[in-house]
């Protein structure tokens, strides 16, 4: 069981730490990143999203590779042995780690969410997905969608094969830290999960929650100054989709 790693990066900023964390694993890697380097395994890509630097790298991975690891650069991999034991043990298609976020709004969100992903898996981690070379190719190229990691787990599914989520093999990350901060952040990745909704076919389950979500949204109010970023981040990426915002970058309106 060959891996590689596909690292994204939009500029040179943790290229290094991730370079030596990769080395200490002892795994091949590419790193497409969004600022000219000189490293014999990075190549430059002008950021356009993850959607395209993942269509780009995809091309250089080596044909022999058997599963491709998709990770965000400014990440610390914990665990990774027990995500490719998946591989093995259950015969895994795709997996996707959780995050592991030690301050800010998100700290909360994924102790909420999570315990729903292990149900229904409503959407993907990007910051570490491990993705078997044969599926990744019946997806590829991505269509532009900012939420380009949950729209290859929906189409994972709608191809019916075995998705994996881990919480034992997690990605540690720095996400929001103030509530402003969290509403744009789920204003663009609820925005795009719409966007990946429709370019693909997941289990009626899925498309029944994303259907009532705007709705279901005012409830967040329970946690405070969070559940209002989260509500009122919802609302608006789901206004977006409703306004034709197909891109695959986050590009702030009004």
Not at 10 to 35: F, H, M, Q, T
Not at 82 to 103: N, S
Not at 204 to 218: D, M, R, T, V
Request: include cysteine.
């Amino acid at each position: 069981m060959k891996i590689f790693f596909l690292v994204l990066a939009r500029d040179r900023k943790y290229v290094a730490e991730k370079i030596k964390e990769l080395e200490g694993l002892n795994v091949p890697y590419l790193i497409v990143c969004g600022e000219r380097m000189k490293h014999p395994r990075i190549i430059y890509r002008a950021p356009r999203g993850k959607y395209d630097a993942i269509n780009f790298g995809a091309k250089l991975i080596p044909k022999d590779v058997d599963i491709v690891v998709m990770n965000d650069v400014d990440t610390k991999i914990h665990n990774f042995s027990i995500a490719l034991q998946h591989f093995k043990d259950e015969k895994a298609d795709l997996l996707f780690a959780t995050e592991f976020v030690r301050e800010g709004p998100q700290s909360l969100f994924f102790r909420l969410f999570n315990p729903i992903r292990r149900v229904i898996p409503l959407a993907a981690s990007g910051e570490l997905m491990l993705i078997k070379r044969d599926l990744l190719e019946s997806v590829l190229p991505l269509k532009p969608c900012k939420a380009e990691d949950t729209y290859i787990l929906f189409k994972a599914l709608q191809l019916r094969r075995h998705v994996v989520f881990c919480e034992d093999c997690f990605a540690e990350t720095e996400r929001t830290r103030t509530a402003k901060e969290e509403e744009i952040y789920k204003r663009r990745t609820v925005g795009g999960i719409y966007q990946a909704l429709s370019y693909s076919n997941p289990p009626i389950s899925i498309k029944l929650f994303y259907a009532l979500l705007p709705l279901l949204s005012p409830l967040l109010f329970v946690f405070g100054e969070k559940g209002y970023s989260w509500m009122k981040g919802i609302l608006l990426g789901f206004i977006d989709y409703l306004r034709g915002d197909r891109s695959g970058i986050w590009q702030p309106s009004a």
